[in-house]
């Protein structure tokens, strides 16, 4: 079965930094790639989602992440952190089933 | 559209009680699915289903049952709860499975406690 590693349980970053969460995963198959966010005491909702075609994905908020078949990961970033960035972040990957990474919990400093 | 709801939101239970956690969607999607969420571990995935009738199991299925009468509904039962399942569980559902890239839609959780 195909699985997901988030490097990182915690990163913390300055309001206007660089955002950086790093996923990898494997896969027997061609994998489907999914970033998603959860805010407290709430669901959790898409952010961005690889299928095939082009490998640097665009999501909402600002954020994008690229798919690098060679080096297996489909690491998030954003260019510059907004307080309201703060929540925990999932990486899934999807083949004959959806499964999800142990999340990032990004806090941002003012 | 109130897309995947899930009651209850929160729930005590005894150790050896059983319960059933209600899921349904409005989107007439063909794929469900029940996560069980731990500090430190991300999501896991417990039961699936691709449609009416069809059922599967996840990473953690071991004290649970599902069944999938129809397309909307899809509740997960313990049958005899224990300590280690204190966790919040989701219900996820979307279109045609995730074998196809689909998005999941979340429910908004239920966080269970059992003492």
């Known amino acids: 079965a195909q699985s997901v590693t988030q490097l990182g349980s915690h990163v913390s970053v300055s309001e206007g930094a660089l955002v950086l969460l790093r996923c990898n995963y494997s896969?027997?198959?061609?994998?489907?790639l999914f970033w998603y966010v959860q805010y407290p005491n709430q669901g959790l909702q898409l952010l961005l989602k690889?299928?095939?075609?082009?490998?640097l994905v665009k999501g909402i908020n600002g954020f994008e992440a690229e798919f690098k078949k060679s080096e297996t990961s489909f690491h998030l970033t954003k260019p510059s952190a907004h307080m309201s960035d703060a929540a925990e972040y999932f990486c899934?990957?999807?083949?004959?089933?959806?499964?999800f990474g142990a999340g990032t919990r990004l806090t941002v400093k003012p | 559209n109130a897309g995947v709801t899930q009651t209850p939101k929160f729930q005590v239970l005894k150790t050896g009680q059983s319960m059933t956690l209600q899921c349904a969607q409005d989107?007439?999607?063909?794929?469900m699915s029940w996560y069980r969420q731990d500090p430190g571990m991300g999501l896991r995935l417990i039961h699936y289903?691709?449609?009416?009738?069809?059922?599967d199991q996840g990473e953690v299925p071991n004290g649970y049952n599902v069944s999938r009468s129809t397309t909307e509904d899809f509740p997960l039962r313990l049958l005899s709860a224990a300590p280690s399942q204190t966790s919040v569980y989701f219900c996820?559902?979307?279109?045609?499975?995730?074998?196809?890239?689909?998005?999941?839609?979340f429910g908004q959780g239920t966080r269970l406690t059992v003492v």
């Open positions: 996820a559902s979307s279109y045609w499975g995730h074998r196809l890239g689909t998005e999941a839609f």
């Open positions: 896969s027997s198959v061609p994998p489907y």
């Open positions: 690889y299928t095939t075609g082009a490998t």
């Open positions: 899934a990957v999807s083949a004959d089933d959806m499964r």
């Open positions: 989107m007439n999607h063909e794929y």
């Open positions: 289903s691709v449609g009416a009738g069809i059922t």
